[in-house]
T-cell receptor, first 112, second 113 residues
Framework: KAGVTQTPRYLIKTRGQQVTLSCSPI?????VSWYQQTPGQGLQFLFE???????NKGNFPGRFSGRQFSNSRSEMNVSTLELGDSALYLC???????????FGEGSRLTVL | DQQVKQNSPSLSVQEGRISILNCDYT??????FLWYKKYPAEGPTFLIS?????DKNEDGRFTVFLNKSAKHLSLHIVPSQPGDSAVYFC????????????FGTGTRLKVLA
């Protein structure tokens, strides 16, 4: 079955712009989590959605937001982009509220 | 506050020898742990997990050990192969609470042929 799909894979934005990233989980998976990966910081947890409800949120400013749709697809949005937002954004899905995370290949955002 | 720590950013091991990757955590509520492997330009892939009710879990060449009193886990790879060269992340979760995984900063393993 198809894995976790993230779009776009690569994008370049300038400071002050906003960006929307999309994630389609594995079919049947209802939980979607988002992580930011930067060199030396590992994977920083952004937020987690389960059945369209945000269950957890990491320590990121309000410029970072997300949502989940009824088909479990999820989007995350970053407004007023800063240079430090350049990172690989990873989406992961799980079948239920716990269990191993299945990751997509990520969306690499570069902010100039 | 880094709740999950991987203090060795990198590790080099000769092919055929044992690789030992370490991970420490601070939150005593964590009761489920996973290891992921990540190649460049790919998403992390699941390797092995362990619940806090166990102290060891084995899957082929990969074994994870958990020492709850020390809040420490380790991943052993025996024998190490060049294809194991990747970044390894450990992750922890408190399944009794709201569910989320906290990841360490990763250890880059290089297996030398």
């Amino acid at each position: 079955k198809a894995g976790v799909t993230q779009t776009p894979r690569y994008l370049i934005k300038t400071r002050g712009q906003q960006v929307t990233l999309s994630c389609s989980p594995i079919s049947g998976h209802r939980s979607v989590s988002w992580y930011q990966q930067t060199p030396g910081q590992g994977l920083q947890f952004l937020f987690e959605y389960f059945s369209e409800t945000q269950r957890n949120k990491g320590n990121f400013p309000g410029r970072f937001s997300g949502r989940q749709f009824s088909n479990s697809r999820s989007e995350m949005n970053v407004s007023t982009l800063e240079l430090g937002d350049s990172a690989l954004y990873l989406c992961a899905s799980t079948l239920g509220p716990s269990g191993e995370l299945f990751f997509g290949e990520g969306s690499r955002l570069t902010v100039l | 506050d880094q709740q999950v720590k991987q203090n060795s950013p990198s590790l080099s091991v000769q092919e055929g020898r044992i690789s030992i990757l370490n991970c420490d955590y601070t939150n005593s509520m964590f009761d489920y742990f996973l290891w992921y492997k990540k190649y460049p330009a790919e998403g992390p892939t699941f390797l092995i997990s362990i619940s806090s009710i166990k102290d060891k879990n084995e899957d082929g060449r990969f074994t994870v050990f958990l020492n709850k009193s020390a809040k420490h886990l380790s991943l052993h790879i025996v024998p190490s192969q060049p294809g194991d060269s990747a970044v390894y992340f450990c992750a922890a979760s408190a399944t009794s609470g709201t569910y989320k995984y906290i990841f360490g900063t990763g250890t880059r393993l290089k297996v030398l042929a």
